[in-house]
């Protein structure tokens, strides 16, 4: 008897895992915590609106948005995994609840989409005050980043950048290396071939090269 025992205690203790992370995974109680978890990290109110399809399995994904009068929307992922240690390696056996959420990329959407640069046609801007509307828009978005008190957070955004037909996505940043690179190409052009009409062109893949390259020709 003593025997049969010891071998049902693994399985108890398989089915009580079970039945303890369908727990800790349901709706029910992964909601509250995740809305415990935005406030304690943002300092304001969020809502949930609805859960997302995942095709992560473990992953589960949710749709909060806040409570102001923006009702910004982000998606937020949830799981059970492996406690991280401070060394950046994790404990296998010990789990814990995640929370990753995608607010900060909210509010630099947001910023984007108020803005007349979401789809931004440079064919016939010169590249300076290409810079400084970049930079404004930058600008714009930290502003409203520092109104969530989150302008120390990192957020990915993107724009569409035109030229002569073609479409470019850039991602937006404190620095834009394209961006800066192209400005500075230009100015040291002008500088070195004041007489000349020195064209500075960019784009995917010229001439062989991989990702973004910046092509400098005279027009004669």
């Not at 957020?155 to 569409?160: H, P």
Request: proline share 5%; hydrophobic share 40%.
């Amino acid at each position: 008897m003593k025997r049969r025992w010891m071998l049902l205690i693994p399985i108890v203790i398989l089915i009580m895992f079970a039945v303890g992370m369908r727990i800790l995974t349901s709706a029910r109680y992964s909601i509250p915590y995740i809305q415990k978890s935005l406030h304690t990290k943002y300092k304001h109110g969020f809502q949930y609106i609805e859960q997302l399809q995942s095709n992560k399995p473990g992953q589960y994904y949710y749709l909060f948005a806040t409570e102001d009068e923006k009702k910004l929307h982000f998606k937020v992922a949830y799981w059970i995994g492996p406690v991280r240690n401070p060394l950046g390696g994790e404990f296998p056996l010990i789990r814990s609840r995640h929370v990753r959420d995608e607010f900060p990329d909210a509010i630099a959407e947001y910023v984007i989409n108020q803005s007349p640069y979401r789809e931004y046609d440079i064919t016939d801007v010169p590249m300076e005050e290409v810079v400084q509307n970049i930079q404004k828009l930058v600008s714009e978005i930290d502003k409203e980043l520092d109104e969530y008190d989150l302008g120390y957070a990192a957020y990915d955004a993107e724009i569409c950048i035109v030229y002569k037909g073609n479409r470019y996505n850039l991602t937006v940043g404190v620095t834009n290396e394209a961006i800066i690179l192209i400005y500075n190409w230009s100015r040291r052009a002008k500088e070195l071939f004041p007489d000349k009409n020195i064209i500075v062109e960019y784009g995917e893949e010229l001439m062989g090269e991989l990702g973004l390259s910046i092509t400098l020709y005279q027009q004669v």
